[in-house]
């Protein structure tokens, strides 16, 4: 059952529907081959494509039969008459099955592909906008040098480009089909036929198939996902940083009417964040069931089949919605230049040690001695509470070094925007 949350342009995909239209697809395309070769009659080809099946005596079917593919075929047949006899000739269950697989895979990454330039235009808007907003670069949880958040979401976006061109290769791979026989040898149905039908299909062919299409396809097609999920996490946790109180220099959307806690009605809390980062875990999971499914006995076996009913719709459900809904954060999200810039002096300008490291080694001053006078002032700015700049002029050291003009440069915020421009061009933004 498809759960509720999913979209429903890519539910309808991994429907039973959408699973079966394209098994009937793929059934009439073999017989239209079947008779551009002459094997069987056009008339009867020509009744095949107007076939139909009965969900509800397929599920009757299937209870008796125990085979989804037999099941499907005699619900077909009831539909037809004495031409349903060449419904099926010479295929085995999964060129149907895969065949029908690489269209919905395919058709998937078309609605992720649509996503991701969604997001991506979302992101890019918002760098664009804050551009040149100053606020604090963190590395390991703590103040570095400041940055600007469009730099932050530049490089996001640079990241989603990254994910829309390994989503084209992925879908390069997985978008193919295999009309080969029981074991891939032709025997039964020529490669003709197969050419045919994938190209009918929009398809490309596995060149030497088995009794399946190879899972390392799926295996590259789910890691992708699970790639791409991985980002949306490492976005949506930024913001979960962000949005803490302590820090509050973003916010998720937040409506009207909206309520964050039960027990404590000042809440706002990043639940669509923690969201996304909680399903791209699940993503993220099914990537190595993908990989473990590469591996299978001879020419097949079954042990692939059970969890791909599970990883291949699910990932694709899931990833669809975790894009959809980052992409309303984004839109909508809340920026606070004022606390970015409260933030940057929180900490008496230690901000800019960097840049006083680098004046004095300059002038002279070794190295070592320069990285230690400037962290003792450092550390009394940090615990008194005096401003760093005032520290560096009252030292000795410091002064008989560095004049007045030359501490201001030091102290300029502006040194931390100058290359956002290069940077912007780089990703193509400006």
């Given at each position: 059952?498809?759960?509720?949350?999913?979209?429903?342009?890519?539910?309808?995909?991994?429907?039973?529907?959408?699973?079966?239209?394209?098994?009937?697809?793929?059934?009439?395309?073999?017989?239209?081959?079947?008779?551009?070769?002459?094997?069987?009659?056009?008339?009867?080809?020509?009744?095949?494509?107007?076939?139909?099946?009965?969900?509800?005596?397929?599920?009757?079917?299937?209870?008796?039969?125990?085979?989804?593919?037999?099941?499907?075929?005699?619900?077909?047949?009831?539909?037809?008459?004495?031409?349903?006899?060449?419904?099926?000739?010479?295929?085995?269950?999964?060129?149907?099955?895969?065949?029908?697989?690489?269209?919905?895979?395919?058709?998937?990454?078309?609605?992720?592909?649509?996503?991701?330039?969604?997001?991506?235009?979302?992101?890019?808007?918002?760098?664009?906008?804050?551009?040149?907003?100053?606020?604090?670069?963190?590395?390991?949880?703590?103040?570095?040098?400041?940055?600007?958040?469009?730099?932050?979401?530049?490089?996001?976006?640079?990241?989603?480009?990254?994910?829309?061109?390994?989503?084209?290769?992925?879908?390069?791979?997985?978008?193919?089909?295999?009309?080969?026989?029981?074991?891939?040898?032709?025997?039964?149905?020529?490669?003709?036929?197969?050419?045919?039908?994938?190209a009918r299909?929009?398809?490309?062919?596995?060149?030497?198939?088995?009794?399946?299409?190879?899972?390392?396809?799926?295996?590259?097609?789910?890691?992708?996902?699970?790639?791409?999920?991985?980002?949306?996490?490492?976005?949506?946790?930024?913001?979960?940083?962000?949005?803490?109180?302590?820090?509050?220099?973003?916010?998720?959307?937040?409506?009207?009417?909206?309520?964050?806690?039960?027990?404590?009605?000042?809440?706002?809390?990043?639940?669509?964040?923690?969201?996304?980062?909680?399903?791209?875990?699940?993503?993220?999971?099914?990537?190595v069931t993908?990989?473990?499914?590469?591996?299978?006995?001879?020419?097949?076996?079954?042990?692939?089949?059970?969890?791909?009913?599970?990883?291949?719709?699910?990932?694709?459900?899931?990833?669809?919605?975790?894009?959809?809904?980052?992409?309303?954060?984004?839109?909508?999200?809340?920026?606070?230049?004022?606390?970015?810039?409260?933030?940057?002096?929180?900490?008496?300008?230690?901000?800019?040690?960097?840049?006083?490291?680098?004046?004095?080694?300059?002038?002279?001053?070794?190295?070592?001695?320069?990285?230690?006078?400037?962290?003792?002032?450092?550390?009394?700015?940090?615990?008194?509470?005096?401003?760093?700049?005032?520290l560096l002029?009252?030292?000795?050291?410091?002064?008989?070094?560095?004049?007045?003009?030359?501490?201001?440069?030091?102290?300029?915020?502006?040194?931390?925007?100058?290359?956002?421009?290069?940077?912007?061009?780089?990703?193509?933004?400006?």
């Amino acid at each position: 059952m498809i759960p509720k949350y999913c979209r429903p342009k890519m539910a309808a995909i991994w429907s039973d529907k959408g699973k079966y239209d394209r098994w009937l697809q793929v059934e009439s395309a073999v017989c239209d081959a079947w008779a551009e070769r002459g094997d069987i009659p056009k008339e009867a080809a020509e009744k095949i494509r107007g076939a139909r099946y009965n969900l509800e005596d397929f599920e009757r079917y299937l209870k008796e039969i125990h085979h989804d593919v037999i099941s499907f075929l005699r619900s077909v047949a009831d539909s037809l008459g004495e031409e349903s006899r060449f419904v099926h000739m010479g295929l085995t269950s999964y060129d149907v099955v895969d065949t029908a697989l690489g269209m919905q895979l395919r058709d998937s990454c078309d609605i992720l592909q649509r996503d991701l330039e969604v997001l991506t235009a979302a992101v890019e808007e918002k760098a664009l906008r804050y551009k040149d907003t100053l606020m604090m670069g963190r590395t390991h949880g703590v103040h570095a040098e400041p940055i600007t958040f469009g730099l932050k979401l530049a490089g996001w976006v640079d990241e989603l480009r990254r994910n829309a061109r390994r989503l084209a290769d992925a879908r390069a791979e997985v978008a193919v089909g295999k009309v080969s026989g029981a074991v891939g040898s032709h025997a039964t149905v020529p490669p003709e036929i197969e050419e045919k039908v994938c190209a009918r299909l929009g398809l490309g062919i596995e060149p030497i198939s088995t009794q399946i299409v190879q899972r390392d396809r799926h295996a590259r097609f789910v890691t992708t996902l699970a790639i791409l999920a991985s980002s949306l996490e490492k976005f949506a946790t930024e913001v979960r940083h962000l949005q803490r109180t302590e820090v509050l220099e973003v916010e998720e959307p937040f409506e009207e009417g909206q309520a964050g806690s039960s027990a404590m009605p000042h809440k706002r809390n990043p639940e669509k964040c923690e969201r996304v980062c909680g399903l791209a875990r699940v993503v993220r999971g099914y990537s190595v069931t993908a990989l473990e499914n590469v591996s299978l006995w001879h020419e097949r076996d079954l042990t692939d089949s059970a969890p791909e009913r599970i990883i291949l719709p699910d990932s694709c459900l899931l990833l669809d919605y975790i894009l959809d809904l980052f992409t309303y954060v984004m839109r909508g999200l809340q920026v606070y230049p004022e606390r970015m810039r409260e933030n940057l002096e929180l900490t008496q300008g230690l901000v800019f040690t960097s840049r006083a490291l680098v004046a004095l080694v300059n002038k002279g001053l070794s190295r070592e001695k320069a990285y230690k006078l400037i962290q003792a002032c450092s550390m009394r700015a940090w615990k008194e509470r005096i401003p760093l700049r005032g520290l560096l002029e009252s030292d000795a050291e410091v002064s008989g070094r560095l004049s007045a003009a030359e501490l201001d440069e030091i102290f300029d915020y502006s040194v931390y925007t100058k290359y956002v421009d290069h940077s912007f061009k780089r990703v193509n933004l400006l």
